[in-house]
């Protein structure tokens, strides 16, 4: 069995602005020590799998930034989305490369920006899907036991027999909930958190491809026919290709999908509400990031790093300062920060984005 990871590194973390750019997303920074989140996604993947076995999928603006901040993964590995299309072309343009090199090797497939501590429980779990993954022949998803009401993320409804140790078979998978059903979710037991990440064989997954996304797989076969001209291929045709989600392409039509429970610290790190919740904090619940003064304000993030700022009177704030743009949100309604750079984008300020 030879095992491979595509690191899915091609978001715009758009509810991380005003720090998180399209030429420097959130995967791109570090938000939390020094590392940035995609070096630590590497760095957690250390002694598991080699180096050039490790995939980076990311756009044409990123790739020179990644490869800076990955100089040990090959920069053939590093491949660049001409255009977005969503996880499902690049879960498939990665597999369709690997399989090139392993026809049955085992693709781990992870996102860039997830925020995970224990590393030793982490690749324990990696291991076992790894080896059902491989035996099965099916599609293994990642579920994080929930421990409270979230609204926030996608949901998995999963059978509570186990098929395997910690293996469980799909029922279905639910969208981000209201606060109420998001409690029976809860209380119910039978629900996980969808994390986004996703083990199976190179073989499996293309063949599930051929059978759900046929023109798909017709043109990403078309762009890795030729290593030669790959790069032609892939400016022409991956454009093309239909801009569907891996989840609604394959995994919720798929009668081969398995859920293992993920017994580890995972946070997707999904807003700035997360930083908060996650950052260590002063005896007043305030984070302070730079040259900050806080008076009367309490359970506040303020990041300023460039330039003094004073915050008086402000309880429950995310306040992002950078050189050329401020954030100031109320928390709770931080999911809001998105709608910023559609107004941005929709009023042409590209140096704000």
């Known amino acids: 069995m030879q095992k491979f990871v595509v690191i899915m590194a091609g978001g715009v973390g758009s509810r991380f602005w005003p720090r998180s750019r399209k030429k420097s997303p959130k995967q791109l920074l570090n938000i939390f020590g020094q590392n940035t989140m995609i070096q630590n996604t590497v760095d957690r993947l250390d002694g598991f799998v080699e180096k050039d076995h490790i995939y980076i999928i990311t756009n044409k603006v990123q790739k020179a930034i990644v490869e800076e901040q990955l100089p040990e993964i090959p920069s053939a590995n590093i491949i660049a989305e001409p255009e977005g299309r969503n996880t499902a072309p690049c879960v498939g343009l990665a597999a369709s490369i690997i399989s090139q090199k392993v026809e049955d090797a085992v693709i781990i497939t992870l996102p860039a920006d997830h925020l995970i501590e224990q590393k030793e429980k982490f690749v324990d779990s990696l291991q076992k899907g790894c080896e059902?993954?491989?035996?099965?022949?099916?599609?293994?998803?990642?579920?994080i036991t929930p421990t409270r009401p979230?609204?926030?993320?996608?949901?998995?409804n999963f059978n509570r027999n186990e098929v395997s140790g910690g293996i469980h078979e799909v029922i279905k998978f639910v969208e981000k909930p209201d606060i109420e059903k998001a409690e029976l979710y809860l209380e119910s037991g039978e629900y996980v958190w969808n994390s986004g990440m996703f083990i199976w064989r190179a073989d499996t997954i293309l063949k599930e491809m051929k059978d759900y996304l046929p023109e798909m797989i017709s043109g990403l076969e078309s762009i890795t026919q030729s290593e030669d001209q790959f790069e032609e291929n892939l400016k022409a045709i991956f454009p093309r290709l239909e801009s569907i989600s891996i989840d609604y392409g394959i995994m919720e039509k798929s009668d081969k999908v398995y859920l293992l429970r993920g017994e580890f610290d995972w946070n997707d790190v999904g807003s700035w509400e997360s930083v908060y919740e996650l950052s260590e904090k002063s005896e007043?619940?305030?984070?302070?990031?730079?040259?900050?003064?806080?008076?009367?304000?309490?359970?506040?993030?303020?990041?300023s790093p460039n330039k003094f700022s004073a915050v008086i009177g402000a309880d429950d704030f995310i306040i992002i300062n950078t050189d050329d743009a401020l954030l100031v949100c109320k928390r709770g309604q931080t999911q809001d920060v998105k709608n910023v750079v559609n107004y941005l984008n929709d009023s042409n300020r590209n140096n704000l984005v």
């Open 132 to 143: 059902f993954a491989y035996k099965s022949k099916g599609l293994v998803t990642f579920g």
């Open 150 to 156: 979230e609204t926030g993320y996608g949901y998995i």
């Open 284 to 303: 007043n619940g305030n984070v302070k990031i730079g040259d900050v003064f806080t008076e009367k304000c309490n359970n506040s993030y303020v990041f």
